[in-house]
């Protein structure tokens, strides 16, 4: 069994619960659909500083897409970094090798990492 970590982001489009709540969930979903894994050990969670209205964490538990202990932090307050964004760190168990992780950049994020991103479904 291999332990490996599969990274992810997404933007949102406003700071209301509803727009973090439906981005949580469906950054985590592409994440599962994407990837083979047979249980999750974790998943981190960082917001912009901008990002007040709501816990991604608590979308993403209530979902139970993907049922792991979950941790939230903010990100570091960076001139020039990417605003209204949401990233994750998703540890997995799997019998898969880690590099075969499909790390899944959406919306605004995609252009943190080009070679990871997603249109979604």
Not at 42 to 56: M, Q
Not at 96 to 101: F, L, Q, R
Request: charged letters at 25%.
């Amino acid at each position: 069994m291999n332990v490996f970590a599969i990274r992810g982001a997404i933007t949102v489009d406003a700071n209301t619960e509803e727009e973090i709540s439906a981005k949580s969930v469906a950054l985590i979903k592409r994440i599962a659909e994407k990837n083979s894994f047979d249980s999750v050990v974790s998943i981190l969670i960082s917001t912009t500083k901008d990002l007040t209205a709501s816990y991604p964490a608590k979308a993403i538990r209530e979902s139970g897409v993907l049922p792991a202990p979950l941790f939230s932090c903010v990100e570091p307050d960076i001139d020039g970094a990417l605003p209204m964004c949401i990233r994750v760190m998703v540890t997995v168990c799997s019998s898969d090798d880690a590099a075969n992780a499909v790390h899944v950049y959406m919306g605004k994020a995609a252009a943190l990492r080009r070679e990871y991103a997603d249109e979604g479904v």
